[in-house]
């Protein structure tokens, strides 16, 4: 067999398996529908609080009020209207990249739970990677979502 050839068998074999790996793995129909419910609002522009437990620096476990304008997180401050660090900050997701972080999360992670209310809006998202591993774990509440002005 030339090496051409061989090359290319080997990539047939290579993406085909990779196929067949995600295949296996399908969306959790109770997150596909609260995803689905989130993106039917056509929501650009909100706001919401966030609120993270983890064991972070006490910035990060704060409620966080996070303001979303066209898709994107334009800011983060704490009740008091003080602008979070920018270390935390680019820890934050908007509900959209929430939803991708489970939805990819699904194949690899021991466990991913989404509860939802039925608008889409999650209320809680947890992933634990590894049962076996410890604080490796990412849980967020979410709470308090409204258009933003």
Not at 106 to 117: E, F, I
Not at 119 to 135: E, K, R, Y
């Amino acid at each position: 067999m030339t090496p051409p050839a061989f090359a290319r068998i080997a990539l047939w074999v290579a993406l085909s398996a990779g196929c067949q790996t995600r295949a296996a793995c399908p969306d959790d129909p109770a997150i596909s529908a609260a995803r689905n419910a989130w993106a039917a609002r056509h929501l650009a522009d909100y706001r919401f609080v966030w609120q993270e437990s983890c064991f972070c620096v006490p910035e990060a476990v704060q409620p966080i009020v996070v303001t979303v304008r066209g898709g994107e997180i334009v800011a983060a401050t704490d009740r008091n209207g003080r602008a979070i660090s920018t270390e935390v900050r680019e820890n934050l997701l908007t509900i959209d990249a929430l939803y991708r972080r489970a939805a990819a999360a699904q194949c690899t992670a021991a466990v991913v739970r989404v509860v939802a209310k039925t608008d889409g809006v999650p209320s809680s998202v947890f992933i634990d990677p590894s049962l076996q591993a410890a604080d490796d774990e990412f849980r967020v509440t979410i709470t308090e979502l409204s258009t933003a002005p």
